[in-house]
């Protein structure tokens, strides 16, 4: 399937294009007609194809393609075409996330206080650890997701989590490309403090200024990803 859809994100397949049919992925992968079949319906699940029964599959346009899904987002990035919906992405946190900072301050009860506490101090954690073994990265970038999910569910309410949940699991693949471990001690860390430290003081302003400040970073990480040269004071 990943195969199948790096054609597609990278274009050696286009839109309106026969997918090749079930027997032809049988053959060309070694496995049974079965599997492939499941191979297709996972890239029509997707929105990457749009199955003609009894005829085939064809190439979906871009616009339908589901960009939550990690394995879309992960071939997009691979495909070099990852900028562009890793901007989408800190539009929509954007969006989400800088009210809800406010909301968690204004709501957060002490058990909520409690995960963002936990969460951030694995993140600590695992930054300390990955100075000496890189494959503590996972954990912190684990640990930064629960951080998030964390002050959306500090803000109580429901709705607001359901929207975000696709976006925190999409972001294990999409926080990859700017990560900047060597920046984390100067700047994500005590960013991440800065938004807890907002939360538990009740103080929503704060809470939304330390929140807008941080994606304001990562905002620039990606400038930095896109190949856009950095800004210089005048």
Do not use: Q
């Not at 989400?96 to 909301?103: F, M, R, S, T």
């Not at 912190?140 to 989590?161: C, K, P, V």
């Amino acid at each position: 399937m990943r195969v199948l859809m790096g054609d597609i994100v990278g274009r050696r397949l286009s839109t309106g294009d026969w997918l090749p049919r079930e027997m032809d992925i049988a053959g060309a992968f070694g496995v049974s007609r079965g599997v492939a079949r499941e191979c297709i319906r996972s890239l029509e699940e997707r929105g990457l194809v749009s199955v003609k029964h009894g005829r085939g599959a064809t190439v979906m346009p871009d616009t339908r393609w589901d960009v939550l899904d990690p394995d879309v987002l992960g071939a997009l990035i691979d495909s070099g075409r990852g900028a562009a919906i890793l901007a989408d992405y800190l539009e929509s946190r954007r969006i989400l996330e800088i009210e809800a900072a406010g909301l968690a301050a204004e709501r957060a009860r002490p058990d909520d206080l409690a995960a963002l506490s936990d969460a951030f101090g694995r993140m600590v954690a695992a930054a300390e650890r990955a100075v000496d073994s890189p494959a503590a990265e996972d954990l912190y970038h684990e640990a930064d997701i629960a951080f998030h999910r964390s002050l959306i569910d500090a803000t109580g309410n429901r709705a607001l989590g359901a929207i975000a949940e696709p976006i925190h699991r999409a972001l294990t693949t999409a926080r990859r490309p700017l990560a900047r471990p060597e920046l984390r001690l100067e700047r994500g860390l005590p960013e991440h403090r800065r938004i807890l430290v907002a939360v538990a003081k009740a103080d929503p302003a704060a809470a939304r200024d330390a929140m807008r400040d941080h994606l304001l970073t990562v905002e620039a990480y990606l400038r930095e990803y896109a190949g856009e040269p950095r800004e210089t004071a005048s």
